[in-house]
């Protein structure tokens, strides 16, 4: 994720939002969590997701609420007389197990479930609710839906995707995908993964998606709006397919195709892309981040056409995020404490890129982010132990010293072991990982095995220290301690991308100077 300068963090720690039935129960229904350090009643112990089926129905305005049905097919881990599950913006009609009705009611953020009779461990369960997803933010809370100027997108990083469905909301637990979106017949509906079959009834038109590899909730994708999808070929024959605004189809063009060869560029480094297609969804809306959201990455339509963004870093953003469909999507964090390794990476070849293709060196954009390295940690915390989120604004996890401040941790590690030992370390993170979730222990442990090196004490001061290590071959690089009458910000180059987010990137409104 890359957050804009324009982004306005809100509030999202309120009352549940959810309206549902409440039913007598043996004790009181009380919300859950998998014991995230950052979020520590995100997700739901007891079982593991396999699939999700999202139906969605669209009004034909983005200001009413759709209709839907989320169907989740699970294994249970543990013996279970209820299943928590994340939802909190929504109204809950119904909910079956296994094909029968059972019991809900509401306890925070959760909505809680009561079959009719409990499961064992191992068993093979499937939840059908039937509710609807709301694409009004309240007052105080933002994510989930993003409302475009012709119809709806979605943000669900890093804690919203029970925002628009019932799910098992932490990124720890990836699952297969699919996706049907009915709208009126003069819209065109797309999500992640590759279409399934398009039906056209009367007035509307469901339109079906299905992933080919496991995502995490907070990567779901769906465009609905008076769209174009356009179609190009990617390395190796891959299907790329972006998202406009009809009316802006030849506008874009000069950006939509410089994909494939981002992508080409992006294999060149790290390997084989990842998934089954990739393209990106010009929404126009104001989001203040560009969003890694997988197979479809979600930016706003004005940083192709603001005239204030210089060309190479537009494209440099464009890469960023390009890069998390590696790390974060493939790969995608254990916990939101490993961050870091999704927003460093991400970071690190948005830099690598900048510098190939514009002259605008690595070197010196880690020398600057060692400077407020200090700055960073003192305001954020280091990079790999993220301070918690602001009251109210969740999305504040995604600060400097997880941008640009754990890129300079790969710099560093680069310098320490050596180019070509840290090139086969990426290569094989991204190898080893495909299609699964790791953690910064994972990172150090092959780290260590590819080097042939001790690196505890190096990870430990670099990604745990309040304070910046010394850089290795670069003793005369100086960092400047927080002070009281100093607030710590990013520079424009140094500044987060989003991925709610992805958080998102920070967008410089005039050209960044030269480093």
Request: proline share 9%; hydrophobic share 40%; glycine share 6%.
């Amino acid at each position: 994720m890359l957050l804009t300068p324009h982004v306005r963090l809100k509030s999202a720690l309120l009352a549940s939002a959810v309206s549902v039935c409440l039913v007598a129960a043996s004790a009181p229904a009380v919300p859950l969590g998998v014991g995230d350090r950052l979020f520590p009643h995100l997700g739901n112990p007891g079982y593991d997701v396999a699939l999700y089926d999202l139906s969605f129905t669209y009004p034909g305005t983005n200001s009413k609420p759709l209709q839907a049905v989320t169907t989740i097919n699970a294994w249970t881990t543990t013996a279970l007389e209820r299943i928590n599950l994340d939802f909190a913006h929504g109204k809950v009609d119904s909910v079956e197990v296994d094909g029968e009705p059972a019991a809900f009611t509401g306890a925070g953020d959760d909505l809680v479930v009561t079959p009719e009779d409990s499961l064992t461990p191992g068993s093979w369960m499937r939840i059908t609710v039937r509710h609807t997803s709301d694409p009004v933010s309240t007052a105080d809370r933002d994510g989930g839906w993003v409302r475009t100027a012709d119809g709806l997108a979605m943000a669900n990083q890093a804690d919203a995707a029970h925002l628009v469905f019932p799910c098992n909301d932490h990124p720890s637990d990836k699952a297969m995908f699919t996706i049907r979106i009915t709208a009126p017949n003069d819209y065109t509906a797309v999500a992640n993964g590759l279409p399934a079959g398009v039906e056209r009834v009367g007035d509307a038109t469901t339109w079906t998606y299905r992933t080919q590899h496991p995502m995490a909730t907070e990567l779901a994708q769906v465009s609905v709006g008076r769209s174009t999808v356009v179609h190009r070929e990617g390395p190796h024959a891959l299907p790329v397919r972006d998202v406009v605004p009809t009316k802006d189809r030849e506008l874009l063009e000069p950006w939509l195709k410089k994909t494939p060869d981002q992508i080409a560029w992006m294999e060149g480094k790290v390997g084989p892309y990842p998934f089954e297609t990739y393209g990106v969804l010009m929404a126009e809306a104001s989001t203040g981040f560009e969003l890694e959201t997988q197979t479809l990455s979600l930016f706003e339509r004005d940083i192709f056409t603001e005239p204030g963004y210089p060309k190479w870093y537009v494209e440099s953003i464009m890469v960023h995020e390009l890069a998390h469909q590696w790390f974060g999507d493939s790969v995608s964090p254990r916990t939101w404490s490993d961050l870091w390794l999704n927003e460093g990476h991400a970071t690190w070849y948005e830099a690598l890129y900048a510098e190939e293709k514009a002259g605008r060196t690595l070197e010196a954009r880690m020398k600057a982010a060692y400077g407020a390295s200090d700055r960073w940690r003192a305001a954020g915390g280091p990079p790999a132990q993220p301070k918690a989120p602001d009251p109210g604004q969740k999305i504040s996890i995604f600060r400097p010293n997880v941008y640009d401040g754990a890129a300079l941790v790969l710099y560093a590690l680069r310098e320490k072991i050596g180019r070509p030992a840290f090139q086969h370390l990426e290569r094989a993170w991204v190898h080893n990982h495909r299609d699964s979730t790791a953690s910064t222990a994972d990172f150090q442990s092959l780290a260590e095995e590819i080097s042939g090196r001790d690196l505890s004490g190096f990870f430990k001061d670099w990604l745990y220290a309040e304070k910046t290590p010394p850089m290795p071959g670069h003793s005369d690089w100086k960092s400047v301690a927080p002070t009281a009458a100093k607030r710590p910000k990013a520079t424009p180059q140094a500044a987060p991308h989003a991925g709610p987010h992805t958080a998102p990137h920070a967008v410089p409104k005039a050209p960044p100077a030269a480093k």
